[in-house]
């Protein structure tokens, strides 16, 4: 269930192994949170999931595999805002001239913390295990108390919203540290220089999910939402919102944790993954992209990217086919802002992400060609974003424990994975794990 990066894989490696496998997706098209639109003029833009990290192997070898080409981020300065102040920043691994000496060390030192203690928890579980209740305070609290400087206080805060998607004060240290842990690059992400290395594909990151569904055959049915799954002594019955009852030795959920919550299940689903998932927020994003003719950011030598440490629009990047005459801004609306902004109209987003342009990259933004966006909280096979993160004091006592088999049913997805969770790359690597525990179920180990 489910034709996203993680259903998808699941069942072309159980199809590759020999597999008889059907995919039932709710929405009339796959890919799930990766998907395309385009401006009226014929711009392509990706709504959801787009860049591929420098470490995110499977989805590298998945690009490999389709002679997917490949674009790397644009050329140019990167805009830097600080209270208020614009710095143009060369894309140097090194430029953080909006720096104090102090604060840059402060900073520095924070980071340097965090990637020991995400080390610590690994390599000393009886050190994680005497300190859960430690681990468990609010990211918020610890980030205050670890860090003297106000500029790297906030610094560290914008990168780690950019991760968790939602305020400090309602995630915990150990579920930070979990980050760390699977990947996310810190320095990168504070660096706002451009130097991370993320490429994207022309004609978007999609295509490797089709090509994926293309290997199934016909075996994806669209259109298809499940709203029960019923277990019996040898079998998983399915019944879909038009009431057709599907009967498979197995079943591998593959949606986003807090949509498994809403399906009816018989038995009824352990009651710690109700509390679980209830206590993890999912997040909320709003993806906008701005159409401009020229893209005349290029002419005064800008990427199109900034970073803002304030404002309804905290980043922006070029996204642009760097071979057209027109040029996309691309910037989220996130977290608190999102979960605001979903209430009023796309127009009214518009002139909300207008202003936000004009005042950083000025009175050039303030004519665009057209505004498109995308609302994930409010899509109803979503309900939320990127960005789910354990409430404080769960994950170590349930959340590991969320993508373990239910009887006959397995979890698959971004958010089950143990590394890079939250991305594709995640989704992808949940799938690989997940097909071979379905493969060891069906031969009754
Ligand atoms: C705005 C945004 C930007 C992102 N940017 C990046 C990025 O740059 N790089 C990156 O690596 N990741 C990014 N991500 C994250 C990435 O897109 C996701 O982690 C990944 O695509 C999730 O794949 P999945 O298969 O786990 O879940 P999904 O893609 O959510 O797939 C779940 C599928 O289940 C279907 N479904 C739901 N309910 C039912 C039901 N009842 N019955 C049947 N089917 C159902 C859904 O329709 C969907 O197709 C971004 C995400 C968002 C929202």
Request: proline share 5%; aromatic share 8%.
């Amino acid at each position: 269930m489910g034709a996203g990066f993680g259903g998808l894989t699941v069942a072309t490696q159980l199809v590759r192994r020999g597999h008889d496998v059907m995919v039932l997706e709710a929405r009339d098209r796959i890919g799930g949170r990766v998907d395309n639109a385009r401006f009226s003029s014929g711009e392509l833009v990706e709504q959801g999931g787009q860049w591929v990290f420098p470490n995110h192997d499977r989805m590298l070898e998945l690009i490999d595999e389709a002679a997917a080409a490949t674009m790397p981020a644009n050329p140019g300065k990167l805009l830097v805002v600080q209270q208020g102040d614009v710095w143009a920043v060369e894309q140097s691994p090194d430029e953080h001239s909006h720096r104090t000496p102090f604060a840059a060390a402060d900073l520095g030192q924070g980071v340097l913390r965090l990637r020991r203690l995400a080390e610590r928890t690994v390599s000393d579980p009886a050190w994680a295990g005497a300190n859960t209740a430690w681990l468990d305070q609010p990211m918020e609290r610890w980030l205050t108390a670890n860090l003297r400087t106000p500029s790297a206080q906030r610094d560290l805060r914008g990168a780690l919203r950019a991760v968790v998607h939602g305020p400090l004060s309602d995630t915990t240290l150990g579920d930070v540290l979990t980050h760390v842990r699977a990947g996310v690059d810190m320095e990168n992400l504070i660096a706002t220089n451009g130097d991370i290395g993320q490429v994207r594909l022309v004609d978007g990151v999609l295509q490797l999910a089709e090509r994926m569904a293309a290997q199934l055959e016909g075996r994806v049915r669209l259109s298809t939402p499940v709203v029960t799954i019923d277990q019996e002594d040898d079998a998983v019955v399915v019944v879909t919102s038009e009431g057709e009852q599907i009967r498979a030795r197995t079943a591998v959920l593959s949606v986003p944790p807090w949509l498994a919550k809403d399906l009816v299940w018989a038995p009824q689903l352990d009651p710690w993954r109700y509390e679980t998932v209830q206590k993890t927020p999912a997040g909320a994003i709003i993806k906008c992209h701005m159409l401009f003719e020229p893209p005349w950011w290029r002419d005064a030598g800008l990427s199109g990217q900034m970073a803002a440490d304030d404002g309804p629009v905290r980043v922006t990047f070029d996204t642009s086919d760097p071979a057209s005459e027109r040029g996309i801004l691309m910037g989220f609306f996130e977290g608190a802002e999102a979960a605001t902004l979903t209430k009023f109209s796309a127009s009214m987003r518009e002139r909300v992400f207008r202003d936000a342009l004009v005042t950083v990259f000025g009175e050039q933004a303030a004519t665009p060609l057209e505004y498109l966006d995308h609302d994930w909280g409010a899509d109803p096979f979503t309900k939320g974003s990127h960005g789910a993160h354990f409430a404080p004091g769960l994950w170590s006592v349930t959340g590991q424990q969320l993508g373990a088999r239910f009887g006959r049913v397995h979890f698959a997805g971004a958010e089950y994975a143990s590394k890079f969770n939250g991305y594709m790359e995640g989704a992808v690597r949940s799938g690989t794990d997940t097909a071979a525990q379905v493969v060891m179920q069906l031969h009754g180990q």
